[in-house]
């Protein structure tokens, strides 16, 4: 087939050549490869299902459950998920927990349980969801905007510029970062906007140190040479040549940054530190059901957090994993030597 | 190689002050005046409060505050040597040409004293010293755990690239690394020591009323809190020394032990490993230097009694000659840690040294 189209195009080059495929743009190649990628696709998938459910969050309060995530019904204190039950219900198996359930619940679907003050799981792990992701999501935005500038100024101009931005990342760096940030949200006890800034700006130092080295690299290439030989000043050099060329690895670095500041964020909350109650959050829904591990129902010996604890750190730990694998997916999606050696 | 040495050591020094100068003012920028904090009795007037607030020399502004915790110097304008000579170990001059009293306290974090605490009035150093060891044992541990499984786990994976267990490796470590550890250490607490009752839920060692060391004990304590910091390292290092063998595996040299016809276990014992170990010792440095400064959670999750702990509550209470001394302790240890890392480098591998 290949040797026609040839020979088709030999007899036509008198019109002009045709090309039998559209040249393909670094960008083209990398989406055909990560189109391949089931694992990437899947965890992509994961993240908007997660990122629209927690947008939806009011939602599906009002219509699936019936109840908000922070009204508190103590009669209906440690209920058992409903889902379980439900689904019993339906295949007939046994018809007799889900609507005694229900009518403890009275009328409200808790179809992942309920806490210690009987507020419904789901929704607060809905809304739990909204809030970690968003202070991420911003918190990651701060720290590419700050990374970015940091080390495209630093590897720029080089000398005493880098030299200083050198230092003053190292000293940052030599403080352990856990004891920085219960410094400051134990000492300054942020709100979430507070924290998010918090958060931001004590998160910049390896993307500047990876931008900086990038940019030492491309500083060397020939047709920043080329474009700085015809006049080009350093504004435009670095906005039209030296940024373009750092984008994989500020996208890559985006990703896996997310997914470290949900667990940072989750981290603090666990500890007392970040998000204060009531407002839910996975990590304080942990912290709270941390002291409730040894609750059994001493008639059944069920044991009644179980549905507390396991919830919120899957929730953390699935849009983690998301995160860093599609994080190493656009990697290799985005680094154009390895595409070779697939 | 002692001038790379010195030239290393001598970086270090503005790193520390960099770090003292960092830590203090974000501390002492906190709102709330630590004098009543310190001074909670109602029957305690605000004279007395005054006269507390000019010995500690709180009213003066912060980076006059700061010199006098780094080096244990403090100045005041007109002479005052009669009012500051009382407190202990406090000697003061007075200096006429320039109106200005000078006072030593004899301590400052120069000379190795880092004040004393507001929650206990025990000297800081003494309740730090008090809890490194807990904490060291366990991010030893830790870290040792890691290691032992983290690398072979890499260098399996590298050998056998592309293969099934390649790609169980791979994605063990992945799991590993999203892994929220204070998640899997309450997992692990629920299975172990609640359903199973195998394990104990927390502390350091189970409460006696003499002091006998049981090892059997203590080892059923550390290994909940052990393995849930050498999953941390696990991920990394696997993943880590994942990339370093392909990287061995790709040299020249290696190639030519191969083809020489040295049996494969010959080519990795003696040429591919120590080489692929190099950079290892990149990791190691500031891993060994960070022992201090990492187990936060979960010294809280199983109650372990450590310097992580100890930070946390001090934040919380406000006790900032306490989380003070706590960073100046793991930072310094945290810069020598980076620096004993590059000296090992260095010894390893020559080239770096002529950088």
């Given at each position: 087939?290949?040797?026609?189209?040839?020979?088709?195009?030999?007899?036509?080059?008198?019109?002009?050549?045709?090309?039998?495929?559209?040249?393909?743009?670094?960008?083209?190649?990398?989406?055909?490869?990560?189109?391949?990628?089931k694992?990437?696709?899947?965890?992509?998938?994961?993240?908007?299902?997660?990122?629209?459910?927690?947008?939806?969050?009011?939602?599906?309060?009002?219509?699936?459950?019936?109840?908000?995530?922070?009204?508190?019904?103590?009669?209906?204190?440690?209920?058992?998920?409903?889902?379980?039950?439900?689904?019993?219900?339906?295949?007939?198996?046994?018809?007799?927990?889900?609507?005694?359930?229900?009518?403890?619940?009275?009328?409200?679907?808790?179809?992942?349980?309920?806490?210690?003050?009987?507020?419904?799981?789901?929704?607060?792990?809905?809304?739990?969801?909204?809030?970690?992701?968003?202070?991420?999501?911003?918190?990651?935005?701060i720290?590419?905007?700050?990374?970015?500038?940091?080390?495209?100024?630093?590897?720029?101009?080089?000398?005493?510029?880098?030299?200083?931005?050198?230092?003053?990342?190292?000293?940052?760096?030599?403080?352990?970062?856990?004891?920085?940030?219960?410094?400051?949200?134990?000492?300054?006890?942020?709100?979430?906007?507070?924290?998010?800034?918090?958060?931001?700006?004590?998160?910049?130092?390896?993307?500047?140190?990876?931008?900086?080295?990038?940019?030492?690299?491309?500083?060397?290439?020939?047709?920043?040479?080329?474009?700085?030989?015809?006049?080009?000043?350093?504004?435009?050099?670095?906005?039209?040549?030296?940024?373009?060329?750092?984008?994989?690895?500020?996208?890559?670095?985006m990703?896996i940054?997310?997914?470290?500041?949900?667990?940072?964020?989750?981290?603090?909350?666990?500890?007392?530190?970040?998000?204060?109650?009531?407002?839910?959050?996975?990590?304080?829904?942990?912290?709270?059901?941390?002291?409730?591990?040894?609750?059994?129902?001493?008639?059944?010996?069920?044991?009644?957090?179980?549905?507390l604890?396991?919830?919120?750190?899957?929730?953390i730990?699935?849009?983690?994993?998301?995160?860093?694998?599609?994080?190493?997916?656009?990697?290799?999606?985005?680094?154009?030597?390895?595409?070779?050696?697939? | 190689?002692?001038?790379?040495?010195?030239?290393?050591?001598?970086?270090?020094?503005?790193?520390?002050?960099?770090?003292?100068?960092?830590?203090?003012?974000?501390v002492?920028?906190?709102?709330?005046?630590?004098?009543?904090?310190?001074?909670?009795?109602?029957?305690?007037?605000?004279?007395?409060?005054?006269?507390?607030?000019?010995?500690?020399g709180?009213?003066?502004?912060?980076?006059?505050?700061y010199?006098?915790?780094?080096?244990?110097?403090?100045?005041?304008?007109?002479?005052?040597?009669?009012?500051?000579?009382?407190?202990?170990?406090?000697?003061?001059?007075?200096?006429?040409?320039?109106?200005?009293?000078?006072?030593?306290?004899?301590?400052?974090?120069?000379?190795?004293?880092?004040?004393?605490?507001?929650?206990?009035?025990?000297?800081?150093w003494?309740?730090?010293?008090?809890?490194?060891p807990?904490?060291?044992?366990?991010?030893?541990t830790?870290?040792?755990?890691?290691?032992?499984?983290?690398?072979?786990?890499?260098?399996?994976?590298?050998?056998?690239?592309?293969?099934?267990?390649?790609?169980?490796?791979?994605i063990?470590?992945?799991?590993?690394?999203?892994?929220?550890?204070?998640?899997?250490?309450?997992?692990?607490?629920?299975?172990?020591?609640?359903?199973?009752?195998?394990?104990?839920?927390?502390?350091?060692?189970?409460?006696?009323?003499?002091?006998?060391?049981?090892?059997?004990?203590r080892?059923?304590?550390?290994?909940?809190?052990?393995?849930?910091?050498?999953?941390?390292?696990?991920?990394?290092?696997?993943?880590?020394?994942?990339?370093?063998?392909?990287?061995?595996?790709?040299?020249?040299?290696?190639?030519?032990?191969?083809?020489?016809?040295?049996?494969?276990?010959?080519?990795?014992?003696?040429?591919?490993?120590?080489?692929?170990?190099?950079?290892?010792?990149?990791?190691?440095?500031?891993?060994?230097?960070?022992?201090?400064?990492?187990?936060?959670?979960?010294?809280?999750i199983?109650?372990?009694?450590?310097?992580?702990?100890?930070?946390?509550?001090?934040?919380?209470?406000?006790?900032y000659?306490?989380?003070?001394?706590?960073?100046?302790?793991?930072?310094?240890?945290?810069?020598?840690?980076?620096?004993?890392?590059?000296?090992?480098?260095?010894v390893?591998?020559?080239?770096?040294?002529?950088?």
């Amino acid at each position: 087939m290949a040797v026609n189209e040839a020979s088709a195009g030999a007899t036509s080059v008198a019109v002009g050549v045709q090309l039998k495929r559209k040249p393909q743009s670094y960008w083209g190649m990398a989406w055909q490869s990560l189109r391949r990628d089931k694992v990437t696709l899947a965890a992509l998938g994961f993240l908007i299902l997660m990122g629209a459910l927690a947008l939806s969050a009011p939602v599906i309060g009002e219509n699936l459950i019936g109840v908000g995530p922070n009204n508190t019904n103590p009669n209906n204190a440690f209920a058992q998920p409903y889902l379980g039950p439900y689904i019993k219900w339906l295949l007939g198996i046994d018809a007799e927990i889900a609507p005694r359930l229900l009518a403890e619940s009275g009328g409200a679907f808790h179809w992942l349980g309920t806490d210690q003050l009987g507020r419904d799981q789901l929704a607060r792990l809905l809304y739990g969801g909204r809030v970690s992701l968003t202070i991420a999501l911003v918190a990651a935005t701060i720290t590419l905007v700050i990374g970015v500038s940091v080390g495209t100024i630093a590897g720029y101009f080089g000398g005493r510029v880098d030299d200083f931005i050198i230092w003053m990342i190292n000293t940052l760096v030599s403080i352990p970062g856990i004891y920085l940030l219960i410094i400051v949200t134990a000492i300054f006890k942020p709100n979430p906007l507070t924290l998010t800034i918090f958060l931001g700006a004590l998160g910049w130092f390896g993307t500047a140190r990876l931008i900086r080295g990038n940019v030492f690299k491309v500083r060397e290439l020939d047709y920043v040479m080329a474009a700085r030989s015809v006049g080009a000043h350093n504004f435009r050099l670095v906005t039209q040549h030296i940024l373009p060329n750092s984008i994989p690895i500020i996208i890559v670095n985006m990703a896996i940054d997310i997914g470290t500041l949900i667990l940072v964020e989750s981290a603090l909350s666990f500890l007392g530190l970040g998000i204060q109650p009531p407002t839910a959050t996975w990590g304080s829904m942990l912290n709270r059901a941390q002291n409730l591990l040894f609750l059994r129902d001493p008639e059944t010996g069920v044991y009644l957090a179980m549905h507390l604890i396991v919830g919120p750190g899957l929730l953390i730990f699935l849009t983690v994993l998301a995160l860093y694998l599609i994080g190493d997916g656009l990697r290799d999606a985005l680094d154009p030597m390895m595409k070779n050696t697939k | 190689m002692y001038r790379y040495v010195l030239r290393r050591l001598l970086q270090a020094i503005p790193t520390l002050f960099g770090v003292s100068l960092i830590a203090f003012f974000l501390v002492r920028s906190a709102p709330g005046d630590p004098i009543i904090t310190m001074t909670f009795d109602p029957n305690i007037t605000n004279e007395t409060r005054d006269i507390l607030r000019r010995q500690l020399g709180f009213d003066q502004p912060l980076p006059v505050q700061y010199i006098r915790w780094f080096t244990g110097i403090s100045a005041r304008s007109g002479d005052e040597t009669e009012a500051f000579s009382q407190l202990s170990n406090t000697s003061c001059t007075y200096l006429r040409f320039i109106n200005m009293t000078l006072c030593d306290t004899g301590g400052g974090v120069i000379r190795a004293d880092l004040g004393t605490s507001i929650q206990t009035k025990q000297p800081v150093w003494g309740r730090i010293v008090e809890r490194i060891p807990a904490t060291l044992e366990l991010t030893t541990t830790g870290l040792v755990l890691g290691l032992i499984l983290g690398v072979p786990f890499g260098v399996f994976s590298a050998v056998r690239q592309g293969s099934l267990s390649d790609h169980l490796v791979r994605i063990f470590s992945v799991i590993l690394n999203a892994l929220p550890n204070f998640w899997m250490g309450l997992l692990m607490i629920f299975l172990f020591a609640v359903v199973l009752g195998w394990l104990p839920a927390g502390g350091r060692e189970a409460v006696t009323l003499d002091n006998t060391f049981d090892p059997v004990d203590r080892i059923q304590h550390l290994i909940m809190p052990a393995f849930v910091l050498a999953f941390g390292w696990i991920a990394l290092l696997s993943r880590f020394m994942r990339a370093e063998t392909l990287e061995v595996i790709r040299t020249d040299y290696i190639r030519t032990a191969k083809s020489k016809g040295l049996a494969d276990l010959r080519i990795w014992s003696v040429h591919a490993t120590r080489n692929a170990l190099i950079p290892l010792v990149t990791i190691l440095g500031p891993a060994i230097g960070g022992l201090l400064g990492g187990a936060v959670v979960t010294e809280t999750i199983f109650s372990w009694p450590g310097i992580g702990r100890l930070a946390l509550n001090s934040a919380v209470q406000r006790d900032y000659p306490m989380v003070l001394g706590i960073v100046m302790v793991s930072s310094i240890l945290f810069i020598l840690g980076n620096l004993l890392s590059d000296i090992l480098y260095g010894v390893a591998d020559p080239r770096v040294r002529l950088k």
